[in-house]
């Protein structure tokens, strides 16, 4: 039984950073909730015992775990719905419409110091539209992205008093995109040309070389389009990747036997640039006596300056008896300083079919805006027997994109989600929790007059064994 327990956080730890996929997330690009138990209950989790999921939830609440150690594993399916519908009424469905999502948590106390390892997927966006919808814009483009963030936290949580607890988590970060992306021979021109540039802007030597040839050919020469590629098509992992660094600190007190407090902060991330070896950029030329000229590029895209917002949350949980517990949290997530644009810089190989454009560099920033997030989450507990407690709760944030920002690839508009979930004990050590939630379908028009809708429905699967 020994060698079981000290094997089993390792093997867990391994599937779970193995196995992290891309998602698609519903507070910006956070999850409206981390761990069924506080999932269940609108995600709040600040001031309870929510299990391992606390290291990235508050890891002060760790703190609050009664037994001697416990190792959680989970499991979650993300079901997004989206659908992106052209100015002339073509539409476009997502074939994105199922993303699985591992977790792993260990904790262990000793003495008045909890510790342990956890491996959660943070969040993510992305969808996927075939080549045969208006979004190829008629030449079989396939248009896909896949954004995924996760972490191996490591905890330590400190029991001060009685009442007080404090903690500080150290968290590896990784990153992953892939990124199919057709522009219109209009939406091209917008970020070429320095008296537009409404949605974007480009520079580079690829531009200069791009507009001298322009330049050259016959009056009436059309852009087709333009098309960003770099994807590996992995289920779990993105083409660009990068690696990097955040941490969390938290506080839970209780106030008195029915009432608890908690805060937290958690920091942005210092990830850097998402790199990809094998990009690739094209684009087709209509040439009046000519026809189509297509040109495609291969060599290094970075995706520059990707982060992860800083946020702010706090929460309490109030038992009025021995059967109910009801929690509240409120969250801040500082998206305006992450994501004000989504920038680019290609880099032509030096290889011959490159022509001209070897070793010359494209920087291509699509304006974003986000705004800061507010997110507020209620939820209640219900312990029907001593082995079934039954939870609900509901998820209400502000939308950080604007409208006009908003892209048909990158959807993150859901706004209110309603959630609920059950734990069954086996005994006294095994047990499992279950969470559901449905998020309410959001429609917006952007800039270019495309209409997208994002819906979704999500489920969180967890066993928990106490040692």
């Not at 891309?22 to 015992?49: H, K, R």
């Not at 992992?237 to 805060?263: E, F, W």
């Not at 920002?405 to 095994?430: M, V």
């Amino acid at each position: 039984m020994k060698a079981l327990r000290s094997i089993l956080p390792a093997v867990a730890t391994f599937a779970a950073v193995s196995l992290t996929s891309p998602l698609v997330a519903t507070n910006g690009m956070n999850m409206e909730g981390y761990g069924p138990i506080a999932t269940a209950m609108g995600g709040a989790s600040m001031a309870f015992d929510n299990g391992t999921a606390s290291v990235i939830n508050n890891p002060a609440t760790l703190g609050l775990m009664k037994e001697r150690a416990r190792l959680d594993l989970a499991l979650g399916v993300l079901g997004p719905d989206i659908t992106a519908t052209a100015p002339n009424g073509a539409f476009a469905d997502s074939e994105s419409t199922a993303f699985f999502m591992p977790a792993f948590g260990y904790a262990r106390r000793s003495g008045d110091f909890t510790y342990g390892l956890g491996v959660f997927g943070q969040g993510g966006m992305g969808c996927q539209y075939a080549g045969n919808t208006w979004r190829g814009l008629g030449f079989g483009l396939e248009n896909r992205t896949e954004v995924s963030v996760g972490r191996a936290i490591v905890p330590l949580a400190w029991q001060v008093s009685e009442r007080l607890t404090i903690a500080a988590t150290a968290d590896f970060m990784w990153a992953g995109m892939d990124l199919k992306m057709a522009m219109s021979g209009a939406q091209f021109f917008d970020l070429v040309m320095p008296n537009s540039q409404q949605f974007g802007r480009a520079s580079g030597t690829i531009i200069q070389s791009f507009n001298g040839m322009m330049g050259q050919l016959p009056a009436g020469t059309n852009v087709d389009y333009a098309y960003f590629n770099f994807s590996n098509g992995s289920d779990f992992t993105g083409a660009a990747r990068g690696y990097g660094y955040a941490g969390k600190i938290g506080l839970v007190y209780q106030a008195n036997d029915q009432l608890t407090l908690g805060l937290t902060y958690h920091s942005e991330s210092a990830l850097g640039d998402l790199k990809a070896s094998g990009a690739a950029m094209s684009f087709q030329l209509n040439v009046p006596g000519m026809g189509a000229m297509a040109q495609t590029l291969t060599g290094e895209m970075k995706v520059n300056n990707f982060e992860w917002p800083a946020m702010f949350g706090a929460g309490l949980a109030y038992r009025p008896n021995e059967r109910w517990l009801i929690v509240a949290d409120v969250r801040a997530i500082f998206w305006e300083n992450v994501m004000q644009q989504f920038a680019m810089t290609f880099t032509a190989s030096g290889a011959a079919s490159n022509g001209s454009f070897a070793g010359q560099s494209l920087n291509a920033v699509l304006f974003q805006n986000w705004e800061d997030e507010y997110v507020f989450q209620i939820g209640a507990a219900y312990q029907a027997t001593d082995r079934l407690t039954l939870r609900f709760g509901g998820n209400f944030s502000s939308d950080p994109i604007p409208d006009r920002y908003l892209n048909c690839l990158f959807p993150a508009t859901i706004e209110q989600h309603l959630t609920a979930g059950f734990g069954w004990k086996f005994d006294e050590r095994s047990s499992v929790d279950f969470s559901a939630t449905y998020g309410f379908e959001v429609g917006k028009t952007n800039g270019y007059g495309i209409h997208i809708t994002h819906g979704q429905t999500n489920a969180q699967l967890m066993y928990s064994y106490r040692f």
